[in-house]
């Protein structure tokens, strides 16, 4: 048996080097920041929250195998110390790091590990990230309720994680890394119940010390945190309730550091041509694509010339004028962040004069009447309206359906009822940077089921073939290899023309002058705002 | 004519006819008047920026952030409240009548579990129930308006009930049957022609709470969908900009407000003159 | 007395049964699937089967409701789907948020509405009688979410008289009470009015001006407590409307009440939370009027003989 | 007028003397005069009544001398009201508020509404003795206690602490009277103070009036519409017509030797009790039955009635059933055709709530039969034949017509509703029935606020006329009616009765009226019948000492005939 052995003693990365630009920069000692939402956070329980907004607290608060390095995509092993991939890609064994405690006092062992995953796929969690360990041996077994366990994870010892996968699966490592995957003590979990999203103990780089329903969450520096210098703050404490308007003079008169919802329109032009706009503005791009899923069991929608005819009718440089400039035209579903992206392809030009004669061809000269699903919160049912001004230029009355994002989901989910729907606002942020993650639950025969995310309910059987095949690439070495296939998949589909990509949003966040360290630890591929890695400026 | 006479007296009547007329002359002229399709995303609507253009020579009130023509859009909103307003407030009142009228009239088990149920439905916050209910159907000018007449009929109920009860106890009724009078010539002959004036006034007043209402909805996004144009959700869409672009909150605002105050003064004028009770009062 | 009271909360219990029976029916009516929310984009059918389960959304309708009832009985309003937390205990940390801008907002309508309506009332059919009543309709004309985002844009951002948002001193509360009191203190000038008005033309009026009474004291010893009575019972209405605005003023304030709970609720389907909101404003609802029963014989001792 | 005020002999100086006073309401369409030129004196410890019908001018000129014109709408244009060497038309506020209750104090009609409902009866009482004297509480209270057992009052240390509603009718207006007396005022002006009484309690109050005035020194304007009243208390008469006083003289010149043809109608028309003694039945007043007089037409009863019991506010609780209050208890009493039964009380003793019952107009227990026919359910088909047998006249005229329907509607409504005749024969008949009742057939298409009173009044007898019914339930039917105009109904229903042979269940208070009215009385109390006969039997040789008191208790229109004079 020819092991393929990755040893990874990355005490570098795990160090966190700064930047060289900002090597000049000292983060300053016993600093605490204020973050602002304007939502109530949901829940800190690693197996159940799901949102941006603590998506990063949760990351903060518990530890996992796998970690990337702050700012980047680049995965690195954290709980574990090291780890090994068996040639054929279905088992994986790691080695845990010693003396890691959780904020408990107790220590972390490969039964907590164990414990953590077969929680999170385990049905009575009503975890939605229970999708993401498919690949490992006894996961229909405990989904389906017919075990208690996952036979495919195993403990030889205290220090010791073995997964047996039933598949290749070139995302593993990234499945690891995500928060489904953090590590909970078993004793708390059961002792809290379902109170533990609110109660949550953990061995990441903070620890909750207070939650005051409805107004702020405090954090603070878990002093044992095994990895070096971090946090880089003694605490951060999250109010919430705040309007984006509110926090955003706030955040000018020095009372807020971050604020969590980003520049409301109506502020972002002010502040961009302000004097302080280099200081308070991060802006960057993101894993993020805003699309029109296009019905293609819809009827006129279903003729893949109608689908395309719209795709050349959308003017994507105005919209991108309405977000105000914070995002870039697209023309394929992968963000260009993504491996795989292909940045010659180019998709469908704005032509209406090609689109009516599509629309004629495909047997409808003067149009026809659909219907356009939108979020109903701000910008979305603007950039709705943009789009029905649009598809009006080439005959086609799109009627606008602005709905709470619960209601769009639910009528996506539901086959032949949404025509079409403008994703933004449940737009797709990618959970980890891998392209596969961009197809399956949206663009491939699996998500378009009842319930499903698959809007389009499109199906391709070849390109699910070809999908299967590059996720079963999981020798790093053919990384290259797979994200060509991964990127042909992308752009073929667009022949297709499921989807309208219409921007990829880039992620602009107001920060306090005083605050530190390079742009991308506060638009974080991975985290959203990453509060290991946040300083304060001595 | 008396009404006629008496109601030219009070200058704030005049003034809120007047306004009232004037918002449903532009709401019915509104193709005609506007200087821009409601709908229509101007390409000078907007800076290249992205940012709405305040009041200047081409757009009188300004643009919105889609670049559209506030003046033009106020003017259609006017037809989406003044819809709303009589539709939903003339089914509420209505409806408030009809169930009023009946428990009053009838008493007893049948009158009390309609006036229980006017009680549960007054348990209900109001705002509260049309968001709810709003939210449930998909929002659309109708379902809007049918949501405000679920949720107001309630005050008319209470108030015809009283009335009725008054009516019923008064010895005029009383007269009618011991002339042998049944009850359909009683309560549509003698009792519902007593009850027009409150059908009136409210019919009025309640288009201001109705109209205030649907703005508030639609502020809330739950109330006429985009890109038909209503006042609340012309705020809505530009709350987060009242800041950076005052007028769009401003003149929505205003117009709201000048109109709930208008069909607020007439109705006013109007229970003055046409409520007995309020008449001998001075 | 007592039986009264009894008779009372009997027919308290009976609307909240009604409330929380129409708000299911409402609620489970949704076009929604919350499981499907909650699932996630990765998550498989089977997940999302698996969730509806767990929340037995799965079982027939009468089935929930009873269900729900039972728990309601305990004290239990179920969990929040999104927050995973007792719904009871998210209302909890929230409400006294909201008591105080009830209260504050009724203070400010009732100070405000009461001077303004005796003013009106002693000065009937005069300028100012004539002024305080269009203003009173001004007040009552005015949306209260514009009146909101100006005070804020005013006195907030540009005066910086008050903060912008949050919650804690006094100065927080003083421009979400102002919003919610404006559109009360119409309704209660041109109410006080008319009862001043009525009263003032009683015949023991004119009894103790007959006395040689001084009007200042007829006004405020004799016409103010029988005036009082249908503003008491208008408080106890009021609650109602208050629930309403809380959603907005809160909304804009950033107050951390129940008003953005509901609302937060509202817009993520979350339905627990939503009915425990409802039940519990329903449940202010009715505690006000049985309030304002109580305190109506306090102020007239006709009631009390009763 | 100016020969009428002066005229009358004094020794004294007048207490008050009001000259020349003119007074205007204003309207829309201008100032209105609602006094004009009155003038008068009231001599130190003299009683004046000022009397007249609704509208004379009585309360306006009261209101006047106390300064308390609502402001708004009335206005004194000229005269002066000297009280001593005082103009009190020319003081400021603040010193008029001075001489309320201290030297001129006043009591008004409704004792139930004139006292602050939310103030127990001992403040109310201090108040103006605190306002005027001064002192402190304790003497204050010392003093309205005396004032209390002044005016007879039971258990006066009690009533300190109660609320008005808590007390009577009568008490209510004692306290009135105590609270008026306390400052010892030169003048009391009493408004009406009796007319919402009881006759027996209104007797107790005239009493009670003339021994404090001599107690008290005080002079006493007393307002009322009663001519009885009017002669068992006045020394002196003023008669107001139209705003103007247009006489006024000795009680004695006034009722014995009136001046003006007014005056004389107006005494003339006051039933006086007694006024009957020695007949049997009401008088005759066509010429067709004096001709004829009425034979017994039939033995059978248009109205029969056994038993008759009402219980109000009985209800299922929550806790088990609540027995109401009863409010006829067994009742029982017959009328034949052609006839009349006076139903006479007090209120609450159950006169009205029986003539609806007998009518099903409420439900009841026991046995009802109106021509023969029992009363088996309340079902408005059922009902229907005996409706048209049986019709109600009410108390307001005004509030029992639809103020929103023409009069002819009103009067052809019992017509449309049994469905007969057409539109014509319908026309016809309102035309008819408006001539029957004194008025002229165009009347039919105003509405009735455009009519008096009276004219009201004779539209309801039209309508109750409409279906020929054999009986008239009449319930206080001219008890809001003034006393002139109040004769002239009577004469028509009695004209009615003799030429429709109608049966009527006349139900009234007032002892004169039923004594004119009636064949047979019935006297109820609490519910109960407590005497039942001929009208001559109960009016002349009652067995009840409550019907005695009744009849004693009414004041006669006549100054010779002062009982409660000599009672006192």
């Known amino acids: ?538 | 004519m008396r009404i006629v006479h008496e109601f030219l007296r009070r200058p704030t009547a005049v003034f809120g006819l007047a306004v009232v007329l004037l918002v449903l002359i532009g709401a019915l002229a509104a193709p005609l008047v506007a200087p821009y399709a409601p709908d229509e995303q101007l390409f000078d609507g907007l800076t290249l920026e992205g940012a709405p253009i305040g009041p200047n020579g081409a757009f009188l009130l300004g643009t919105d952030t889609l670049g559209r023509d506030l003046l033009t859009r106020l003017l259609f909103g006017a037809r989406t409240s003044l819809i709303i307003g009589v539709v939903a407030n003339g089914t509420a009142v209505a409806i408030g009548l009809g169930v009023g009228m009946l428990a009053g009239y009838l008493r007893g088990p049948a009158g009390n579990a309609l006036m229980r149920f006017t009680d549960l439905m007054m348990a209900f916050p109001a705002l509260l129930l049309a968001i709810v209910l709003a939210a449930l159907f998909h929002p659309s000018l109708w379902i809007v308006a049918m949501v405000i007449a679920m949720v107001n009929w309630v005050q008319v109920a209470r108030i015809v009930y009283t009335e009725t009860r008054g009516l019923v106890e008064r010895d005029f009724i009383l007269a009618e049957r011991s002339l042998g009078a049944g009850h359909g010539r009683i309560v549509f002959r003698h009792i519902l022609p007593h009850l027009m004036p409150t059908a009136i006034v409210w019919g009025t007043l309640g288009i201001a709470t109705t109209v205030l209402l649907e703005a508030t909805l639609s502020f809330l996004g739950v109330g006429v969908q985009p890109p038909e144009p209503s006042w609340g959700n012309i705020i809505f869409e530009s709350q987060s900009f009242f800041t950076s672009a005052p007028w769009l909150v401003v003149f929505p605002g205003i117009a709201i407000l000048l109109t709930a105050l208008s069909f607020n003064l007439v109705g006013d004028a109007l229970r003055d003159i046409l409520d007995p009770t309020q008449r001998g009062r001075m | 007395m007592i039986e009264l009271i009894l008779r009372r909360l009997g027919g308290a219990l009976m609307i909240l049964f009604g409330v929380a029976a129409i708000t299911f029916v409402l609620l489970y009516a949704l076009p929604a699937d919350p499981a499907v929310q909650l699932a996630g984009r990765s998550a498989t059918a089977q997940t999302v089967a698996n969730i509806r389960h767990e929340l037995g959304l799965d079982q027939p309708l009468i089935v929930q409701f009873v269900h729900y009832l039972g728990n309601l009985v305990q004290g239990d309003l179920g969990r929040s789907y999104t927050q995973k937390t007792e719904v009871m205990t998210l209302i909890l940390a929230r409400l006294p948020a909201t008591l105080i801008l009830m209260v504050s907002g009724i203070l400010v309508e009732v100070a405000i509405g009461l001077t303004l309506g005796t003013i009106a009332a002693l000065s009937r059919g005069g300028a100012v009688d004539r002024l305080v009543m269009t203003a009173s309709f001004v007040g009552v004309s005015a949306p209260q979410f514009v009146v909101a985002l100006l005070l804020l844009y005013v006195f907030a951002a540009t005066l910086q008289w008050f903060p912008m948002s949050g919650f804690g001193t006094v100065s927080h509360v003083v421009l979400p009470a102002l919003t919610l009191g404006v559109l009360g203190a119409g309704w209660y000038a041109r109410m006080v009015r008319s009862a001043m008005i009525d009263v003032l033309n009683q015949d023991y009026i004119r009894t103790a001006r007959a006395k040689g009474v001084a009007e200042r004291t007829v006004v405020l010893r004799h016409a103010v407590p029988n005036a009082l009575l249908p503003i008491v019972a208008m408080i106890g209405i009021d609650i109602g409307q208050f629930m309403g605005g809380v959603v907005v003023v809160e909304a804009v304030y950033g107050w951390p009440g129940i008003g953005q709970l509901a609302w937060q609720a509202i817009q993520q389907v979350d339905i627990p939370i939503i009915m425990g909101v409802t039940l519990i404003s329903s449940l202010a609802i009715v505690v006000g009027n049985l309030i304002a029963d109580l305190v109506a014989p306090l102020i007239d001792p006709r009631i009390r003989a009763r | 007028m100016t020969d009428a005020s002066g005229d009358f002999g004094r020794t004294d100086a007048p207490v008050l003397s009001v000259d020349g006073l003119t007074v205007d309401a204003l309207t829309e369409r201008g100032a209105k005069r609602v006094l004009d030129a009155v003038s008068f004196d009231l001599g130190a410890g003299e009683t004046l009544c000022l009397a007249g019908e609704s509208g004379s001018g009585k309360s306006v000129t009261s209101l006047s001398v106390m300064r308390l014109l609502p402001r708004a709408s009335l206005r004194i244009v000229s005269g002066s009201i000297r009280l001593g060497d005082r103009d009190l038309t020319g003081l400021s506020e603040r010193t008029m508020r001075e001489v309320r209750g201290r030297d001129v104090a006043m009591i008004f009609q409704e004792p139930m509404t004139s006292l602050n409902p939310v103030m127990t009866v001992g403040k109310q009482l201090l108040e103006p003795i605190l306002i005027h004297q001064g002192g402190d509480e304790a003497s204050a209270r010392a003093q309205a206690l005396r004032m209390l057992e002044a005016v007879q009052i039971t258990e006066p240390v009690r009533r300190l602490g109660q609320y008005p509603h808590e007390l009577s009718g009568g008490m209510r207006q004692r306290v009135m009277i105590a609270m008026a007396l306390s400052c010892r005022p030169k003048v009391l002006i009493a408004d009406e103070p009796t007319t919402a009484l009881d006759v027996t309690v209104q007797a107790q109050i005239l009493k009670l009036m003339r021994e404090l005035k001599g107690e008290f020194g005080t002079s006493i304007i007393l307002i009322t519409h009663d001519m009885g009243v009017v002669a068992e208390m006045a020394d002196r008469v003023a008669v107001m017509k139209d705003g103007r006083l247009v006489e006024i003289g000795s009680a004695v010149d006034v009722f014995e030797r009136p001046a003006q043809s007014y005056t004389r109608e107006l005494i003339a028309a006051v039933p006086r009790i007694g006024a009957r003694a020695g007949t049997d039945g009401p008088p005759v007043v066509t010429a067709a039955a004096k001709a004829a007089p009425a034979a017994e037409k039939s033995l059978e009863p248009v109205l029969a009635v056994q038993n008759l019991t009402v219980a109000y506010g009985a209800r299922a609780g929550l806790f088990g059933r609540k027995a109401g209050q009863t409010a006829v208890d067994g009742v029982s009493f017959e009328l034949r055709a052609g006839r009349t039964l006076g139903l006479v009380g007090e209120s609450g003793s159950g006169k009205s709530t029986t003539g609806k019952a007998v009518l099903g107009l409420i439900p009841y227990q026991g046995y009802v039969a109106i021509g023969g026919e029992e009363l088996m359910d309340f079902s408005v088909k059922a009902m229907r034949p005996v409706r048209r047998l049986a019709q109600m006249i009410f108390q307001d005229p005004y509030a029992s017509l639809d103020s929103r329907m023409t009069v002819g509607a009103a009067i052809a409504e019992p017509m449309a509703i049994h469905g007969i005749g057409d539109r014509v024969d319908r026309a016809d008949r309102v035309a008819e029935l408006l001539r029957r009742v004194g008025l002229t057939p165009d009347v039919a298409s105003r509405y009735p606020h455009e009519f008096s009173g009276g004219q009201r009044q004779r539209i309801c007898i039209a309508r109750a006329l409409s279906l020929k019914p054999k009986l008239i339930v009449a319930d206080e039917s001219v008890a809001a009616l003034d006393v002139s105009v109040r004769a002239k109904v009577l004469d028509l229903m009695l004209e009615l009765q003799e030429t429709e042979g109608l049966a009527y269940l006349f139900i009234s208070h007032d002892m004169a009226v039923i004594e004119r009215m009636s064949h047979d009385v019935a006297v109820m109390n609490g519910g109960r019948i407590v005497e039942y006969g001929s009208r001559r039997a109960v009016f002349e040789n009652s067995e009840q000492d409550y019907t005695r008191r009744l009849i004693a208790a009414v004041p006669i229109p006549d100054p010779t005939r002062r009982r409660l004079a000599m009672a006192g």
């Not at chain 1, 995957?181 to 953990?202: C, L, R, T, Y």
């Not at chain 1, 550091?257 to 004097?275: Q, T, V, Y």
């Open chain 1, 1 to 538: 048996m020819t092991h393929w052995l990755q040893r990874t003693a990355l005490a570098g990365l795990i160090t966190l080097t700064p930047l060289a630009a900002l090597a000049e920069e000292t983060p300053a000692k016993g600093a605490n920041i204020v973050v602002t939402y304007k939502d109530d956070i949901a829940t800190l329980d690693p197996a159940i929250g799901y949102d941006w907004q603590n998506w990063s607290m949760i990351k903060s608060l518990f530890s996992r195998l796998m970690e990337y390095t702050p700012g980047t995509a680049d995965l690195v092993p954290s709980l574990a110390e090291s780890f090994e991939i068996t040639s054929d890609g279905l088992a994986y064994t790691f080695k845990l790091r010693k003396g890691v405690k959780f904020s408990n006092g107790r220590e972390v062992v490969a039964s907590d590990v164990k414990y953590s995953i077969e929680r999170a796929v385990n049905p009575k969690t009503q975890g939605p990230g229970a999708g993401f360990f498919g690949a490992i041996v006894g996961f229909d077994d405990l989904s389906g309720g017919k075990a208690e366990g996952l036979s495919g994870i195993e403990t030889p010892d205290d220090h010791t994680v073995v997964f047996k996968l039933g598949r290749p699966d070139a995302t593993f490592l990234h499945v690891l890394a995500i928060n489904f995957a953090s590590i909970v003590p078993k004793e708390v979990v059961e002792a809290e119940g379902q109170d533990f999203g609110k109660k949550p103990v953990g061995s990441g780089a903070f620890v909750l010390k207070d939650w005051v329903i409805g107004q702020k969450l405090v954090f603070e520096k878990n002093p044992n945190f095994y990895v070096a210098d971090t946090p880089k703050i003694d605490g951060f404490t999250v109010e919430v309730g705040q309007e984006p308007l509110v926090a955003l003079l706030r955040l000018q008169q020095g009372e807020v550091d971050i604020a969590g919802d980003g520049i409301p329109p109506s502020k972002f032009l002010e502040i961009k041509n302000g004097p302080d706009a280099a200081d308070i503005i991060v802006d960057g791009e993101q894993l993020q694509t805003g699309y029109v899923a296009i019905n293609t069991r819809v009827k006129p929608l279903d003729d893949v010339k109608v689908r395309q005819a719209l795709n050349m009718a959308v003017n994507k440089e105005r919209i991108t004028r309405i977000v105000n400039g914070r995002a870039t035209p697209a023309n394929q579903p992968l963000p260009p962040l993504m491996p795989g992206y292909d940045k010659d392809f180019k998709g469908y030009a704005y032509d209406i004069d090609k689109a009516k004669a599509l629309l004629a061809e495909a047997g409808y000269p003067d149009g026809f009447e659909t219907a356009l699903y939108a979020s109903s919160t701000d910008p979305n049912p603007r950039i709705a309206q943009a789009l029905q001004q649009d598809f009006a230029a080439i005959g086609v009355k799109a009627e606008i359906k602005a709905l709470a994002n619960a209601n769009v989901i639910a009528a996506g989910g539901t086959e032949g009822e949404a025509p079409m729907i403008w994703s933004g606002g449940m737009a797709w942020i990618a959970d980890f940077p891998d392209p596969s993650n961009f197809y399956g639950p949206i663009l491939g025969c699996a998500g378009a089921v009842q319930g499903g995310w698959n809007w389009a309910w499109y199906c391709n059987k070849d390109l699910d073939a070809r999908a299967i095949e590059a996720d079963s690439m999981s020798d790093p070495a053919r990384k290259d290899e797979r994200a060509k296939l991964w990127g042909s998949v992308f752009t073929d589909l667009m022949a297709d023309a499921p989807w309208i990509p219409v921007f990829n949003e880039r992620r602009v966040v107001a920060k306090s002058k005083r605050m530190g360290g390079p742009g991308n630890i506060y638009i974080d591929p991975t985290r959203v705002i990453n509060y290991d890695a946040v300083y304060v400026k001595q």
